[in-house]
């Protein structure tokens, strides 16, 4: 197996929810309009449950072009772990799997207040070990006003909160938040059971474990109406309101419960590499930025997938652009990066998402 990156080309998983002109203008695609395919599943071994909506046997998954084939990404893990991984332990037994989503995600409108379950709750009820922590890093907004719901200001009792629900009191469930401020850059870690939103108007990079599993407070949004089993992750509401954080979330705690705090890893006059969400949360996922405007160069042996921000240049020879993704393979033990431009105000920019670090727990 070759040791160079690979492109990953887009993944579109269909979505209840409008959204996706922002995510295919960074892809550089047309038309770039809004749809029921606003994501792309990066280096995804994670299968879409879409219902009578997918798309197709294995949405979700991606493929890449190897040798000239067409390959699913889960097979060529099975088939090729060591280049896969390179000298990192797999933080999952299950052959073919990484252990998280990564997703480009562009909300056109408000998503649906939610929440989702952490995996205790999800090993006792349906016999998985994956919950759903997940992270937002902001790419841009449509509006200045941009906002997420994140907690509870004002917690409801349980009892409440399920009265609301019923009701499809959407007034009184988005009374219990206050409307938080983001911009590109921010960065927010959203724990299991956490009651969250995300705002019209954002695109985002979400890393998230690796399932779908999600307690959807509002029936309807976008335009689109929920079937009861798309609700309640088929069961009774009851059955999920101890999914829910109660706890209260003051805007003046926010920064101590939910927004990351970039730490400088390596700086020098050409590029600066900072650790985006705080290594605490190692046993969900991770996320590094690299930028600068002269080259730069980081170790290997452990996969990541790139997305390419802003700039162009060269990954150990390989022609890199903005608005491209990219799988780094475990198997290269170093990357080296050249920057297409010639004058130190041209900067570049990008991300790199990484599996998670094994539990020990």
Known sequence: MIHSPLRLTSNYA???????SRLRAFRNESPAVDDHFPEDWLASTSRARNGDNQQRA???ISHLIVDGRDIALTDLIAGQPEWFWGKQVPPVDEPGQI???IKLLDAGVRLHLQAHPNREYVKQRFGGNAGKTECWYILSVREQDAYVYIGFQYPPTQQKWAQMVRDQDLGGMRACFERIPVKPGDCLMVPSGTPHAIGEGIFM???????????R??????GHVLEHNARFMGLELEDVLSVFDYSEHPLESLGDSFIQSPHVLKTSDA??????IDSKHQEFFRLRRLSGNGPADFGGDEPMVLIMLAGSGQLNGEPIAAGETWLLPGAAAQWDWIPSATTRDDEWTFLLAQPPVRSTR
């Open 271 to 276: 590029f600066t590499d900072e650790r985006i």
């Open 99 to 101: 252990g998280v989503l």
């Open 217 to 222: 407070c509002e029936f309807s949004a976008g």
């Open 205 to 215: 990079i979400e890393l998230q474990e690796p399932t779908d599993w999600v307690v």
């Open 14 to 20: 269909w979505r209840s929810y409008l959204g996706g």
């Open 58 to 60: 294995d949405e979700g």
